[in-house]
C-alpha cells in the first residue's frame, strides 16, 4: 500500500459560498481542465514547440487561491506550469492560446511561450522557467505595493500578491532568503506551494528532510497552513484568511497545498516514474467532480447548471484555437522589440 500523508479535515459545510461564487469558481476550474486538454491535443498536432506543462488535477488550488483574490487588480506569479494561473488572473483563453501558439496576439506577444505568460493589465507577473525564480519577483511586486502604501502615501496600493510555486522549489535558497525577507517587513504576499509530490522524476520525501512544508513557515514566525488542495472551498478558505491578513498588514502567509498532477511533468514526459496505483489513489480526488458533487448536493446547482457551464467553456476553447490559428506570427522587423522598455 502506498503511504499518502493524511489529509487536513475540513469541514465543508462550514465554508461559504453563494451559488454565484460557486459556478463562477466552478467554471474556472473546468476552464483551467478544457484549456489544458485542448493544449495536450494542439500540442501533439505539432501546433506548439518547446516544453509543455500541463496543470490537470491542480485546479482546485489556482481557482481557490485567485478566486479569493480581486483578479486583475491584486498580482499573481508562476512558475512554467502557469497557463492556468493566467486564465485565473483573467487572461482571456484567446491570448493564452495564440502565446503558446507563438503568435504576436499573445498575451506575451508570442515572445514568451508556455512558460512565460505575462499580462501587465491582470496582474499576471509572469511564469518562470527557472524553478523558485518567481518567488522573489513575486516578493519585489509585494514590497512596491507596501512602499507606495507607507512611503509615498498611497491609499490604493492594497494589492495582495500571490506567488505560486512547487513542492522541488522549497529546496531552493530563494526560497529561504525571501520568506525571511517577507516576514520580516510584513509585505503583503501569499505564498502558495503547489505540494504535488514530486519535482519531475524526483518523489518530494527522497528531497528534502523534512516533507511538511507548511512547517518550515514557522522559523520565519509566519503562519503556515496545510491544506487539501484536491478540495477548492478548503483551499478558497484558507486563501481567503491569508488574503485577509495580508491586505490589513499583518504579513504573509504560507499555504501548502496537498495536490496531485494528472499528467506527467510535461508533454515531453513518458510518466513512468509515479505507481499505477498512488496516480489511482489521486485520480479518485478529482477536485472538479468532488465540486460538482458539492454544489448538487448543496442544491446550488443543478446537473444541467453545471452541463451548460461546461458547453459554454467548451467554445470558450474551440474560439481560443481559431483566434490562435488565424493570428498572425509576429514580424521579423519586430525582432528587436520588446527587449528594452519603450517611449510611450
Ligand atoms: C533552478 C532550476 N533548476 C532545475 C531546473 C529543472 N527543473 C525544471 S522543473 C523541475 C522540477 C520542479 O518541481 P516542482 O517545484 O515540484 O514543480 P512541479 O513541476 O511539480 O509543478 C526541475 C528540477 C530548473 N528549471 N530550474
Ligand atoms: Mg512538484
Not at 508570442?110 to 501587465?120: D, K, T
Not at 496516480?279 to 458539492?294: H, L, M, N, Q, T
Not at 461546461?310 to 493570428?327: C, H, L, N
Request: hydrophobic share 40%; glycine share 8%; proline share 3%.
Amino acid at each position: 500500500m502506498i503511504q499518502e500523508r493524511t489529509l487536513p479535515d475540513f469541514n465543508a459545510t462550514t465554508a461559504k459560498i453563494n451559488k454565484e461564487e460557486g459556478l463562477r469558481v466552478y467554471e474556472d476550474m473546468v476552464l483551467g481542465r478544457f484549456f489544458e486538454d485542448k493544449c495536450a491535443e494542439m500540442y501533439y498536432r505539432g501546433k506548439m514547440f518547446g516544453f509543455v506543462h500541463l496543470y490537470n488535477g491542480q485546479e482546485a488550488v489556482s481557482s481557490g487561491v485567485i478566486q479569493a483574490m480581486r483578479p486583475g487588480e491584486d498580482f499573481v506569479s508562476s512558475t512554467y506550469r502557469d497557463h492556468v494561473h493566467a486564465l485565473s488572473a483573467g487572461v482571456p483563453a484567446k491570448e493564452v492560446m495564440a502565446e503558446l501558439f507563438g503568435k504576436a496576439t499573445g498575451c506575451s506577444k508570442g515572445r514568451g511561450g508556455s512558460m512565460h505568460m505575462f499580462s501587465a493589465e491582470h496582474g499576471l507577473l509572469g511564469g518562470y522557467a527557472f524553478v523558485a525564480e518567481g518567488i522573489p519577483v513575486a516578493s519585489g511586486a509585494a514590497f512596491q505595493t507596501k512602499y507606495r502604501r507607507e512611503v509615498l502615501g498611497d491609499e490604493n496600493a492594497d494589492q495582495v500578491t500571490a506567488c505560486f510555486f512547487g513542492d522541488g522549489a522549497c529546496n531552493n535558497g530563494q526560497f529561504y532568503e525571501t520568506l525571511n525577507m517577507a516576514a520580516l517587513w510584513k509585505l503583503p504576499i501569499i505564498f502558495v506551494v503547489e505540494n504535488n509530490k514530486w519535482a519531475i522524476g524526483m518523489s518530494h520525501e527522497r528531497a528534502t528532510s523534512q516533507p511538511e512544508i507548511y512547517k518550515k513557515a514557522s522559523v520565519f514566525g509566519m503562519p503556515g497552513v496545510e491544506v487539501d488542495g484536491m478540495d477548492v472551498l478548503a483551499v478558497r478558505s484558507a486563501a481567503q484568511e491569508a488574503v485577509s491578513r495580508a491586505r490589513s498588514g499583518e504579513g504573509p502567509t504560507l499555504i501548502e497545498a496537498l495536490t496531485y498532477r494528472f499528467r506527467g511533468h510535461s508533454l515531453a514526459d513518458p510518466d513512468e516514474m509515479r505507481s499505477k496505483e498512488e496516480k489511482e489513489f489521486w485520480f479518485s480526488r478529482d477536485p472538479i467532480k468532488k465540486f460538482a458533487a458539492y454544489l448538487i448536493e448543496q442544491n446550488l446547482a443543478s446537473q444541467e447548471e453545471l452541463k451548460g457551464i461546461e458547453r459554454k467553456i467548451q467554445a470558450t476553447v474551440d474560439e481560443a484555437v481559431k483566434f490562435a490559428e488565424s493570428s498572425p506570427e509576429p514580424d521579423a522587423s519586430e525582432l528587436h522589440r520588446f527587449i528594452f522598455a519603450e517611449d510611450e
